[in-house]
Nanobody, 121 residues
Framework: VQLQASGGGLVQAGGSLRLSCAASGRTFGGLARAWFRQVPGKEREFVAAIHPNGKRSSYADSVKGRFTISRDSAKNSVYLQMSSLKPEDTAVYYC???????????????WGQGTQVTVSS
């Protein structure tokens, strides 16, 4: 069972990036999917999560209105469209899968390896 995150990179403030997370080894269609992020020396923090049916999502206040989470069950993948990026969005972004939509890190059973997002001012 593996989650593979990709799409990170260097972007200027105000720009956009789209992260992808592909799953393999099992079907994740029945699981909630989420994105977290972490900067050195800080706790990994919740960014966004999406219900298994794709119709309900949840966002951290810091990214509401700028980030959009979506999923493609046929491709066993989840995406994070990030717009109006700010330097404070710089972090390693991790995708995760778990039984329900929550901002609690401990509730997610499966984790990807992370992809670096750097936003320059």
């Amino acid at each position: 069972v593996q989650l593979q995150a990709s799409g990170g990179g260097l972007v200027q403030a105000g720009g956009s990036l789209r992260l992808s997370c592909a799953a393999s080894g099992r079907t994740f269609g029945g699981l909630a999917r989420a994105w977290f992020r972490q900067v050195p020396g800080k706790e990994r923090e919740f960014v966004a999560a999406i219900h298994p049916n794709g119709k309900r999502s949840s966002y951290a206040d810091s990214v509401k209105g700028r980030f959009t989470i979506s999923r493609d069950s046929a491709k066993n993948s989840v995406y994070l469209q990030m717009s109006s990026l700010k330097p404070e969005d710089t972090a390693v972004y991790y995708c995760a899968a778990g039984s329900y939509v929550t901002d609690a890190r401990r509730a997610y059973d499966y984790w990807g390896q992370g992809t670096q997002v750097t936003v320059s001012s």
